[in-house]
């Protein structure tokens, strides 16, 4: 199998979660590689993300959009790239329920503006599209046979929706331009960094301050969830083994209902799981399970290392020693939190929101007075029942 041997990287969305990850393992592990990282700090980002790669002289940050053509441009020419690794995108289903223009834009259309740019420049050896398991849609309960990689895209969501689309831009530009595309579609990611609007992370942050944990429906939805130190190996093979025009799931065949999810970091918390969590509306539409096939990529030598106990107790020990990384993130961790995410809708009620998950004054002052057994530390940034 021949190994692709890049020179000079572009990642896009590397302030994000699962990008950092990558850019912190690439400058780690390669360092005659230049890496430069295009962000345009989006609410979710953080630059300390990627504080372990700022001091390597392979390393540069540069703050813009990816829907920038003069932008993008410029960078491929000036920097000479050779190799894009695609991250950047809006990526909380929930915010695309409320604002899904915003994820047309900067999905499809920035994908679409980076790939012109590469048919321009002409001067790009792979492009690494980062893509989802939600565009096959959900999985039948009763499937024991995962999507693979030739199974039909049929999003569900507009979230879904947009990286379904921005992927039929990338085959395109393979087909019509032979431009040398490999497409990754992921599992659910967890670990340190990632914005607390996702469910483990904000069930943690949550579970600091013993607040109640608000599951959508009724927790019976089924995830599979990689840890992201595995997930950024993933892409350290894909960039080096991957063959072009091809697709790679990254997954995992061990599943788990979101319910338990939320138990596991209650015990963990040791927090009364009966008292804590609470069933709220269901999503408009939330799909059950998305079950991968995990094969190819394994054929190619990746494999699965953390266990979800060990996975979930790093995360944990990372979140709660990091109590104020996200500064103030209260509109984050409501149940539905999309609408203070929207651009111009005012941030207002959430303190009613938050407070009217508890069944009772007396239960709510018993939750933010349960132990919280994984944390000594406590977080200005998570709003307590005295705050309201
Ligand atoms: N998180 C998961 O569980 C998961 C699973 C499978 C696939 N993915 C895919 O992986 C990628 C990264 O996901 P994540 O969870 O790390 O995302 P994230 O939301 O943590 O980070 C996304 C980053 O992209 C940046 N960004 C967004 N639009 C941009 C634009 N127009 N120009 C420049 N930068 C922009 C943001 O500022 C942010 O830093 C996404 O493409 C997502 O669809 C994520």
Redesign the pocket.
């Known amino acids: 199998m021949a190994t692709y041997e890049p020179k000079n990287i572009l990642i ?9 990850h990558v850019a912190n393992r690439l400058i780690r592990s390669y360092p005659h590689y230049k890496i430069v990282v ?5 609410y ?2 953080n630059l300390k993300n990627l504080n372990p790669s700022r001091p390597s002289p392979n390393f540069k940050f540069v703050k ?4 920038s053509a003069d932008l993008v441009n410029y960078l491929l020419i000036t920097e000479s790239i050779d190799t894009i690794m ?7 289903v929930d915010n695309s329920f409320g604002n899904s223009f915003e994820f047309t ?3 499809i259309y ?1 994908t679409h503006v980076l790939l012109e740019a590469c048919k321009v420049t002409g001067q790009i050896r792979r492009f690494i599209h ?5 565009v096959y849609g959900e999985t039948d309960e009763d499937a024991v046979v995962g999507n693979h990689e030739a199974s039909q895209l049929l999003p569900t969501n507009p979230y879904s929706a947009t ?1 379904a689309g921005a992927e039929m831009l990338v085959m395109a530009y393979g087909r019509s331009y032979g431009l040398p595309v490999i497409t990754t ?6 670990g340190p960094n ?2 607390p609007e ?1 469910l483990i992370p904000k069930f943690i942050l949550l579970a600091m301050k013993g607040l109640p944990l608000p599951i959508h429906g009724d927790g019976s939805n089924v995830r599979s969830y990689l840890y992201c130190e595995d997930v950024a190996e993933a892409f350290e093979v894909v960039l080096h083994k991957g063959e072009v025009g091809h697709v790679y799931n ?1 997954g995992t065949v061990k599943e788990r209902r979101v319910i338990d999810v939320a138990s596991d970091i209650c015990k963990l918390f040791g927090l009364d799981t009966e008292k804590v969590i609470r069933f709220v509306e269901n999503r408009p539409f939330n799909d059950q399970r998305y079950f991968l096939d995990d094969q190819k990529l394994k054929k190619l030598g990746w494999a699965e290392r953390t266990t979800w106990e060990e996975g979930l107790k790093k995360t944990i020990e990372w979140y709660t020693s990091n109590p104020d990384y996200w500064g103030d993130v209260a509109g984050a961790l409501l149940p539905h939190p999309r609408m203070l995410m929207t651009p111009g809708v005012e941030r207002h009620n959430w303190t009613e929101e938050i407070k009217s998950l508890a069944s009772s004054p007396a239960e709510a002052k018993e939750c933010s007075t349960v132990p919280a057994a994984a944390t000594s530390k406590s977080t200005s940034s998570v709003p307590t029942w005295e705050d309201m």
């Open positions: 896009t969305g590397a302030a994000g979660f699962i990008a950092s295009l962000d345009k700090i989006d979710c980002s813009g959009d990816i829907a695609h991250f950047a995108a809006q990526t909380h834009k900067n999905n920035g980062v893509s989802t398991d939600e990286k579609r992921g599992n659910n990611v967890y990632q914005f996702k990254i």
